[in-house]
């Protein structure tokens, strides 16, 4: 096990006038500089999954357990702080294998049956374990819930099946004898919104599909962006008109970011783009590569290791599931490809599953867990919190790269990444637009340590100087006082 809790670093805030180190000054060889003046995207935050029944694995766990593993997931201070619950909107009849059950095991003969109140419903009130993670989430103060259907009823489709592709009845180019089932599926995840809301979860996003360029033996269904631009003509004011206007749509959940440009563009095309929060992508068929020309935001919303065995390396010759690798993964599609949100597949899952993959942050075996680094690639990122705003970096040196963000409450997260084999010393100065921010904290990540407090020092230029690990991660956060925590 790479950490429990006893192992987890305490937060700390150094006054920047407080250790002052001509040593370091003199061994400084690199520099980032922020610039306020410089901005880009504003940040949704970091998530993962519990779908296909994960999120039960939390619910079986005993305390103290369960809130050990909980504080991994979502404390700011001593875990990765995520901030978004990625919930599937089941479509299966049953809870067969792991499959995650629908609200509407029974099918009416027509789609008019099907309103938001609709008789037929049945809410379990668990939802496959997610309802619970959710309550749960939002204890920590998460504010973001995204609910995400794989498939729509087998009713409602082409292939009378929840599995197996199909596209949704309504869309163009389909032919159904049933109907029309687009304002039905509509109507359906209204009603699946207003379930959550009665037992306190705001549901604040909504994808009807998932991987739909793909069809797959359990749900899944499948759509172009224009067949997706022709329901989200109708969802969007079925939304409006059940006072959910705040529910952002997000679109469509693509295997990969070359299928998500081409939705974007077919969105854009059918006039459906401005309905639309944000444009969603997985990374399995293609990695992200530059930023998408739409005018949503865009959205990493499932990606994982899926081929290789459990690990729980920080840096292992730069395997797929190392921390390290997920670190820069992360860094990519923020900095590089300017994603406003990044969502990891299942945040928890057993060994017996998929060979006991990487496609987990942290392995459930029964009544005891382990956490492996990629968990702490995330922790990485928690200094920024929720509608932070990315602004300039710049990097003079080798070897090193570097983003900043201006978080709501005004303080300023730095986030740097060392390729280089050995410790590099590294100062960082806010620049002449920052404000004053007296109090600066950092947290490293490496082979050794786990989001572990790292030493601050300042010169008498005021750069706040540290110690970057070699092929490790430091976070940094300059904050107006206090003790830097951030919820």
């Known amino acids: 096990m790479h950490a429990v809790l006893s192992h987890l670093a305490v937060l700390a805030a150094v006054p920047l006038f407080a250790c002052a180190g001509p040593s370091l000054e003199v061994r400084q060889l690199q520099r980032v500089t922020v610039d306020l003046t410089k901005t880009y995207q504003t940040i949704d935050g970091f998530g993962f999954s519990g779908a296909f029944q994960r999120a039960n694995l939390i619910v079986k766990l005993q305390e103290p357990k369960q809130r050990e593993v909980l504080d991994l997931l979502f404390n700011t201070t001593t875990g990765a702080g995520f901030s978004i619950v990625r919930n599937g909107i089941g479509s299966t009849p049953n809870s067969n294998k792991d499959y995650m059950n629908t609200i509407l095991p029974k099918c009416p003969s027509t789609p008019a049956e099907v309103t938001i109140n609709y008789s037929g419903y049945s809410w379990d009130g668990k939802d496959s374990g997610q309802l619970f993670l959710s309550q749960k989430a ?18 409602m489709k082409t292939n009378n099946q929840d599995t197996n592709g199909g596209q949704l009845c309504g869309v163009s180019g389909t032919n159904c004898r049933s109907g029309d089932w687009k304002q039905a599926y509509a109507n359906y995840l209204v009603a699946y919104i207003n379930f959550y809301a009665s037992a306190g979860i705001k549901v604040t996003h909504l994808g009807f599909l ?31 008109r059940a006072n959910l206007t ?30 639309v929060y944000a444009v969603t992508s997985h990374e399995y068929t293609s990695r992200i590569s530059g930023t998408m020309r739409t005018a949503a935001r865009v959205w990493q919303t499932e990606y994982s290791d899926l081929n290789g065995g459990w690990s729980t390396a920080w840096y292992s010759n730069g395997g797929a599931g190392d921390g390290y690798t997920w670190a820069n993964t992360i860094f990519n599609g923020i900095v590089n490809s300017n994603l406003s949100a990044y969502i990891f597949w299942e945040g928890v899952q057993d060994r017996a599953t998929n060979n ?64 280089a084999a050995g410790t590099q010393t590294l100062g960082v100065a806010l620049g ?29 230029d005021g750069v706040a100087t540290v110690g970057v690990s070699g092929r490790g991660m430091i976070s940094l956060l300059f904050t107006a006082g206090g003790n830097g925590t951030m919820v």
């Not at 103060?141 to 729509?152: D, E, I, L, R």
């Not at 998932?210 to 224009?226: H, I, K, R, V």
């Not at 637009?433 to 050794?448: E, F, M, Q, R």
């Open 138 to 155: 939002q204890e920590y103060g998460v504010k973001t819930f995204y609910a995400n259907a794989w498939s729509a009823p087998g009713c």
């Open 210 to 240: 998932n991987e739909p360029d793909f069809s797959t033996s359990y749900a899944s269904m499948q759509s172009s962006g224009t067949q997706a631009a022709d329901f989200i003509k109708v969802l969007r004011p079925t939304l409006d």
């Open 356 to 419: 006991n993959n990487n496609e987990k942050l942290i392995l459930i075996d029964g009544q005891s867990y382990t956490v492996s680094k990629r968990l702490w690639a995330f922790a990485q990122f928690r200094v920024v919190r929720p509608g932070a705003v990315r602004v300039g970096a710049t990097v003079a040196g080798s070897n090193l790269k570097a983003a900043a963000f201006r978080n709501v409450d005004g303080s300023i997260a730095v986030v740097v990444i060392n390729s």
């Open 432 to 460: 002449a637009a920052a404000p004053g921010l007296p109090v600066v904290s950092a947290w490293y990540t490496d082979n050794s340590h786990d989001m572990s407090v790292a030493g601050v020092a300042v010169g008498s």
């Open 246 to 275: 705040s529910v952002g749509i997000n679109c469509c959940d693509a295997t990969g970011w070359n299928v998500a440009t081409q939705h974007a563009q077919q969105l854009a095309a059918a006039g459906a783009e401005s309905l």
